[in-house]
């Protein structure tokens, strides 16, 4: 009972404060709604030493519309960042599968070639991923090119299950 004579009390003049403040008489009589069930929540955190009731009604209505305000705006961000990207077509998925896919393999092939020995890695990597011939990565890493094609070649099949055939048996430049 003591609470309907609160809201009645103050429900108009709660009214006018939230319509100051946002444009839509809707919204206004929502977050005035809201305000009056936060209020009747938190009633036992009332402290009259604190303040008046008032004051109080009126930092839980200033707390509710500022809420409103945050989370209008967080859904403005998201309705822009949406809005600012098209929609993905059948062609778009397929090529995103496929990056994945892609990615997947190259991952694995990476984590196996952590496996490999030293030499046969550092071989691997200069002819597939920097694209060097046998001939430039066997100068670079200061061995023979016999001992080059060597170690790439059990490099190859020891990763030729990881990824295609093209990745792993890529010539580099010619």
Do not use: C
Not at 28 to 54: C, K, M, N
Not at 72 to 77: D, F, I, M, T, V
Not at 99 to 115: K, N, T, V
Request: proline share 2%.
């Amino acid at each position: 009972m003591a609470f309907e004579a609160f809201y009645r009390r103050h429900v108009d003049a709660v009214l006018k404060f939230v319509v100051r403040r946002v444009s839509d008489p809707h919204l206004a009589a929502d977050l005035t709604a809201d305000i009056f069930l936060a209020v009747l929540d938190s009633a036992d955190t009332y402290s009259p030493g604190r303040g008046s009731e008032v004051a109080w009604l009126y930092g839980v209505a200033r707390n509710v519309v500022s809420a409103q305000y945050r989370k209008a705006s967080r859904e403005a961000r998201a309705t822009g960042r949406l809005a600012a990207r098209r929609l993905m077509d059948d062609d778009d998925l397929a090529r995103m599968e496929e990056r994945i896919d892609a990615e997947r393999q190259m991952r694995s092939a990476l984590e196996a070639m952590e496996g490999l020995p030293e030499g046969e890695r550092a071989v691997l990597e200069l002819v597939a991923i920097d694209q060097l011939t046998v001939t430039e990565a066997a100068e670079a890493l200061g061995i023979r090119q016999v001992t080059a094609r060597v170690r790439l070649h059990r490099a190859r099949r020891a990763l030729a299950h990881f990824t295609s055939p093209s990745a792993v048996y890529s010539e580099g430049r010619a």
